[in-house]
């Protein structure tokens, strides 16, 4: 990936969240380099919004590519989805993400997280390791198609970030993860109260239910609450299913 940036940057927890969010909705945006890893086209942009200026990473829908068992053009929109599933459960795990127009089109807009190539699932500590049960606990409400190790990063700030969410939200069982480790564990009460408050806000049609009409379908937002419901009653994280339950490459 290439870069040309001169402009100083805002790093990840300088600006606060709403100028975050205002800068990625309206900031204007310039490319900077194109990621090659990956099967769609993701970019890396810098908004500018007055003086807040931040490096985010920018997926327009028309550069993904198409798959059998997800609706086309709809990966862009299942990150914002993600991303608003994270806030309102108050858990922070998805760097702040929009959906708006860009360069080449429509896409998802997500602030840049810095971290070290090797700061990714598999090299954590034991007791980053052990703070992954949340992070097995939200793949699971979205249902996460394709959480690999290089999926969850330790950021330059140390706080443990989750990224790549195109393939979240099926209505059907998919769920394919490297974080097994906590499998048919009983979670913290904690999360159940959250969880429980998740199916409210699906449920009643308040302000996020009201948000993910625009990103997903019916049938995947009852799903949604589904899960959520299905978690708050069991108490325990759920087993491995039938189906290929490894995502590949793992990495």
């Excluded at 308040?206 to 899960?227: F, K, T, V």
Aim: include cysteine; glycine fraction near 10%; charge should be negative.
């Amino acid at each position: 990936m290439a870069t040309n940036s001169a402009s100083p940057l805002v790093e990840m927890g300088t600006a606060s969240p709403s100028d975050v969010l205002t800068t990625l909705r309206a900031g204007e945006l310039t490319l900077h380099g194109l990621f090659h890893a990956g099967s769609n086209y993701t970019f890396l942009v810098e908004a500018v919004l007055g003086e807040c200026c931040i490096e985010a990473v920018y997926k327009p829908t028309k550069g993904e590519q198409p798959l059998w068992d997800f609706p086309a053009g709809t990966l862009a929109k299942r990150e914002v989805a993600a991303y608003l599933v994270s806030r309102a459960l108050g858990w922070e795990l998805v760097p702040p993400t929009v959906y708006r127009d860009g360069p080449h089109g429509p896409g998802s807009l997500q602030q840049f997280v810095e971290f070290d190539s090797a700061g990714h699932y598999f090299n954590f500590t034991d007791a980053e390791k052990a703070a992954c049960r949340r992070v097995a606990t939200f793949d699971y409400l979205i249902n996460n198609a394709d959480r690999k190790g290089g999926h969850v990063v330790r950021g330059n700030d140390g706080k443990i970030w989750l990224i790549d969410h195109g393939v979240c939200f099926h209505s059907e069982y998919k769920l394919r993860t490297v974080i097994w480790n906590f499998a048919g564990e009983r979670y913290p009460d904690e999360l159940r109260s959250d969880m429980e408050a998740l199916v409210t806000a699906v449920h009643n049609g308040g302000a996020l239910a009201h948000s993910l009409r625009d990103l997903l379908s019916e049938d995947e937002i009852a799903a949604l609450g589904w899960r959520a419901q299905h978690l708050a009653l069991s108490g325990c994280l759920p087993q491995p299913g039938p189906q290929r339950n490894y995502p590949w490459p793992p990495l």
